[in-house]
């Protein structure tokens, strides 16, 4: 079954705003938390989410069973892995804690943000958890412990230690060699154009954005967006400002808009990009596209990995570190947790020892991946039973100390020399730890997402008569539905926490 991915994440981010999930169990945490682990009791078995896209995940009852095998000795628990497309992430939690199904670990951001987690009351406090059995875990996120609070309380912890993002682009680097493209950091859209000019000569489309509902800008330029989708506005340069705009009615989005449409036009993307269900992924892979827009971190490059060409990634904005960057991918405790003390033991030692990192990251040596002759740390899955990434595959969720685990090929030993480099580099935000509490704008919030879900696909595929008049009807819908407040409300809050 193939679909597009960003329409998928697109949809589901306005259910994770409307869904609600009346429980009230996560306004405090447990009255008394012990620091003390019992190796008496019974083993408890501690479910974490693993999210996914279209992967079998043949060997998760392997992983599972090397996990076990540490957390029993170490923590006495078992560990259930459970599979959860990213499509059905926001309603399996949301569901799930209304349903009282059982739920401990549970992975925050990806489509369900932790600010629309913690108004829905799905989390659990994690502060106390933390300071009796979490050392670990504060240890090795305390770079980035204001992110993960909201209102002072720390309600997840962040997969993402050193969380400095910058814009990217990812391309197939034999083709850059093979029709004489330069490529390199800090291209502008100028030189994106030209090289995509030089590509449809050679009969290969530039890239694609599907049936597109993201902000595929950010992917670009960087910012700071708050609400899914940037619904309660952004800041487009917060390394320098702490002015929330409609982003969508920038000057800057506005020529991002142009570009791509300048590109349509030239035949450089694919005519069909509103109807065609193939992913950019799967466009990439099969070398009927050149690259496309992606974050860019020093790990990046990993995740587009591809067995028959060599991929290369140029940095298009400088990195920074945002609390969005923070949150992409995080780990909290269910609000219906029924052994919240063990949750938190399982997430410690996540961060403790690397190899329960590398096997929730990676699965079990020699069945999943093997080592890479001649280095430290870097792995491969190429001659494993998961060269297919059906074996298990974790594309969305990043577990432990970034600098302890692993890392994939073409990465090499120098990534984590390269990570300290390009995180002490990176701007931090103005605002970083700043969180808008968008709850008393959640009808807004959903009436705005149905706005940006029906109209930014035309507008990121190029496919409107004139960007100009598209935006303006864009932005008086936003507007209609209560974006303009939204940003207001967001823009006192910030001056007040600014303030403090």
Request: aromatic fraction near 10%; hydrophobic fraction near 45%; include cysteine.
């Amino acid at each position: 079954m193939k679909k597009t991915l960003a329409l998928l994440l697109s949809v589901l981010m306005l259910a994770a705003l409307l869904a609600g999930c009346g429980s009230d169990s996560n306004s405090s945490a447990p009255a008394e938390v012990s620091g003390e682990i019992d190796k008496e009791e019974a083993p408890y078995e501690v479910s974490i989410q693993f999210v996914g896209l279209f992967e079998e995940n043949k060997d998760i009852a392997e992983v599972e069973k090397a996990l076990s095998a540490i957390t029993l000795e170490k923590i006495n628990c078992t560990v259930d892995i459970v599979p959860v497309f990213i499509g059905d992430l926001p309603t399996t939690t949301s569901l799930g804690v209304a349903g009282d199904e059982k739920l401990d670990i549970v992975a925050v951001g990806l489509t369900s943000p932790m600010d629309n987690m913690v108004s829905q009351d799905l989390l659990l406090p994690l502060d106390d958890l933390l300071a009796a059995r979490g050392q670990d875990a504060l240890k090795a996120t305390e770079r980035v412990a204001a992110a993960q609070k909201m209102n002072g309380v720390t309600y997840a912890v962040s997969g993402y230690n050193y969380a400095a993002v910058g814009g990217g682009f990812v391309y197939n680097k034999a083709m850059a060699e093979e029709f004489g493209i330069d490529m390199h950091d800090g291209m502008t859209m100028e030189e994106m154009t030209e090289a995509a000019r030089i590509c449809k000569e050679h009969g290969v489309y530039f890239t694609t954005f599907g049936n597109s509902g993201q902000v595929n800008f950010k992917f670009w330029f960087g910012g700071d967006y708050f609400g899914s989708n940037g619904s309660f506005g952004a800041i487009l340069d917060p390394a320098e400002s702490t002015t929330i705009v409609n982003p969508f009615d920038s000057q800057e989005m506005r020529d991002y808009w142009k570009t791509v449409k300048a590109w349509n036009d030239a035949g450089y993307l694919p005519s069909d990009q509103l109807t065609d269900t193939t992913t950019v992924q799967e466009y990439f892979s099969q070398q009927h596209l050149f690259g496309t827009s992606t974050a860019y971190t020093t790990n990046q490059i990993a995740a587009w990995v591809n067995p028959n060409f060599e991929v290369g990634l140029v940095q298009t904005a400088d990195g920074t570190v945002s609390t969005a960057s923070v949150r992409e991918f995080m780990l909290g405790i269910a609000a219906n947790c029924k052994r919240p003390d063990k949750a938190m033991d399982l997430i410690n030692l996540i961060y403790a020892d690397p190899d329960v990192a590398n096997l929730l990251m990676f699965g079990v040596e020699g069945l999943d991946y093997v080592p890479v002759e001649g280095t430290q740390n870097v792995i491969t899955y190429e001659g494993t039973n998961n060269a297919d990434h059906n074996g298990y595959y974790a594309p969305f969720v990043h577990y432990g100390d970034m600098l302890k685990i692993k890392i994939v090929a073409p990465l090499t030993d120098s990534y984590y020399a390269d990570t300290e480099a390009f995180e002490n580099a990176a701007k931090m935000s103005k605002t970083f730890g700043y969180d808008f509490d968008g709850s008393a704008f959640s009808a807004e919030g959903g009436a705005i997402a149905t706005v940006l879900e029906q109209k930014l696909p035309a507008l990121n595929a190029g496919q409107v008569a004139d960007v100009d008049a598209a935006v303006d009807e864009l932005v008086a819908a936003l507007n209609a539905a209560g974006m303009a407040d939204a940003i207001a409300a967001n823009q006192t809050s910030l001056d007040a926490w600014l303030a403090k």
